[in-house]
């Protein structure tokens, strides 16, 4: 069963921020951002499910299942029609999550205590993605990485001729990654983790799942912003030990936060929608100051992310959820205008391999900013 860690709730006040709309003509400062979860490949709370069964191979079985959807699920291919989005909107910065980096170990040691951790590459997202951006001819650099949770755990690779199991080991990190363009100087670069994470203990051995933050400044033509990437603890119901975690983490970011001095754009997988509970992290957000850039679009549509089917290959899903965000705090800058446009939504964005596949199970966001220039 999963279990908090430590946990602290936090509750702050929804509170709303209207911006004015200039009429002035001449310059502006701009800044287009966007936010992409990449998506492991496949839904790692099976093998969680799987520790509550008593039979030892349940674990071992449930790990092979995911590594199966993983490879079905495609990253390269994916990787390609991310990297077309990111050419198609050629944002400042972007905000990444479920980075993966995906490890094995033939035969596993984990049954014997798992002395040495796996260390052969299956594959690795981020090089993935950005040889696939190179391949467009796209200069963007990696300027902060925040390497979460690192979990291994044994999976059935087979039984041998004596009729016995086989096992490997597989290791799984994920990483909170910013990736900027090379024409965007930047400084200050953080990565941090949550003081408050999700923990449970299979096989008698206690597996933290880690999460984290990242952030950088940014000079886009002269105009400096902060810029912030995370990926929050999945909610649950209110009162209930995931929404306490989740609070948590936002709180505890919001308060980091709290000391910036710039304009300052958070991105990222916050797992909080604008209907949840007063208290969760959207309307932590809202009463923290920041505003939801989906929000000031001129025209207003429902803007989901969430989510494709865990195979990514059902071009009928329909998403149903908004917990992916763009949220600015302006600081002292005027906002004058805001375009905003989920990306990966349209099944023309799908894969070309057979089969076809969504570039990840969420929907990115892409927002661009115009300020009033002082």
Wanted: glycine share 6%; net charge negative; aromatic share 8%.
């Amino acid at each position: 069963m999963i279990k908090i860690n430590k946990w602290l709730t936090a509750t702050t006040m929804l509170a709303s921020l209207t911006f004015g709309q200039i009429a002035t003509a001449g310059n502006f400062d701009k800044v287009k951002v966007m936010s992409r979860n990449l998506y492991l490949g496949a839904d790692i709370f099976s093998v969680t499910a799987a520790a509550e069964n008593p039979d030892p191979l349940a674990v071992p079985l449930a790990v092979a299942e995911v590594f199966q959807t993983m490879q079905y699920t495609n990253f390269p291919a994916r990787a390609q029609a991310l990297a077309d989005e990111i050419a198609r909107y050629r944002p400042h910065a972007v905000g990444l999550q479920e980075v993966s980096t995906i490890r094995q170990q033939i035969p596993g040691d984990f049954l014997i205590g798992n002395p040495a951790p796996a260390e052969e590459m299956v594959a690795d997202y981020l090089e993935i993605l950005m040889a696939a951006l190179v391949e467009r001819g796209l200069d963007y650099q990696v300027v902060a990485v925040s390497s979460n949770a690192d979990v291994e755990l044994p999976m059935l690779a087979g039984v041998t001729p004596e009729g016995a199991p086989m096992f490997n080991d597989v290791r799984l990190t994920d990483r909170d990654v910013i990736l900027v363009r090379s024409d965007v100087d930047t400084s200050n670069s953080l990565a941090n983790h949550f003081t408050y994470n999700a923990a449970t203990e299979i096989g008698g051995v206690s597996l933290e799942f880690t999460r984290g933050y990242t952030a950088v400044d940014m000079n886009v033509k002269g105009e400096d912003y902060r810029f912030v990437n995370t990926h929050l603890e999945v909610g649950g119901e209110p009162g209930s030990d995931f929404a306490q975690l989740q609070a948590a983490q936002m709180y505890e970011l919001l308060t980091v936060l709290s000391y910036e001095t710039k304009p300052t754009l958070l991105v990222g997988d916050f797992n909080s929608s604008p209907e949840d509970a007063l208290g969760q992290p959207y309307s932590q957000a809202i009463g923290a100051g920041y505003v939801d850039l989906w929000t000031q679009r001129k025209r207003q549509a429902d803007g989901f992310t969430c989510c494709f089917n865990d195979m990514v290959d059902d071009a009928e899903t329909a998403l149903y959820e908004r917990i992916d965000h763009v949220f600015l705090n302006p600081k002292d800058k005027q906002v004058v205008k805001v375009k905003a446009k989920v990306v990966g939504d349209d099944p023309v964005d799908m894969t070309t391999t057979e089969p076809a596949l969504w570039p990840s199970d969420h929907a990115g966001v892409v927002v661009k900013v115009k300020f009033s220039k002082d």
